[in-house]
């Protein structure tokens, strides 16, 4: 069966947009030393990247004409075919690259998904669509780059129903030289 993995930057306690609703706090070149090559050889794991159509708007801007010499996921990344998430877009264009795919039905899309051969496959962002996929259960494995800076407002990455616990378990951890960590968990069945 193939997994469902989430992966997001978030900042140390918790949210994963600013108060402004953006990712800056993120987006200094710095954060990137060390774990673009780590992102490059966990690309090799997938072969669909999930998105909902802000993060499809955002990505779309940017990856289809990023440059390979700076960016080194670029070419794997475009390559990558796409789901997008939406019930408002009628197409989704990637450039020179192969048009994206659009669904409208999350959760019985991405349980079909994961019955399908394949490798895994990948959310990026879309805190809406993550949220959802995390209610209903369907999240593998959760990969968060946490970003030592406290942003005390912004949207939360994680709203789950109150009452509604969910354990984790570490599989792994990695500290950059930037300060950033990645821990990655899986769910406790």
């Not at 996921?73 to 408002?88: C, D, G, P, Y």
Request: aromatic share 8%.
């Amino acid at each position: 069966m193939r997994k469902v993995i989430l992966q997001e930057w978030i900042s140390l306690d918790g949210y994963a947009a600013d108060q402004n609703g953006t990712t800056a706090f993120f987006s200094s070149p710095k954060y990137n030393e060390g774990s673009d090559q780590d992102q490059l050889s966990f690309m090799e794991r997938i072969d669909t990247i999930l998105l909902g159509s802000n993060t499809y708007k955002m990505f779309s801007e940017y990856w289809p004409d990023a440059d390979p010499k700076a960016e080194m996921i670029a070419t794997r990344l475009n390559e990558t075919s796409k789901i997008v998430f939406s019930t408002t877009l009628t197409q989704a264009p990637w450039g020179k690259w192969q048009d994206c795919q659009i669904e409208s039905d999350l959760e019985n899309t991405v349980r079909r998904l994961k019955l399908q051969e394949g490798k895994d496959m990948v959310l990026s962002g879309s805190l809406s669509i993550a949220q959802s996929l995390i209610e209903a259960g369907l999240v593998d494995e959760y990969q968060l780059r946490i970003v030592p800076v406290l942003l005390r407002a912004g949207r939360s990455m994680f709203s789950i129903s109150e009452g509604h616990q969910l354990s984790l378990q570490l599989m792994t951890s990695k500290v950059y030289p930037s300060g950033i960590t990645l821990l990655a968990y899986k769910p406790l069945q």
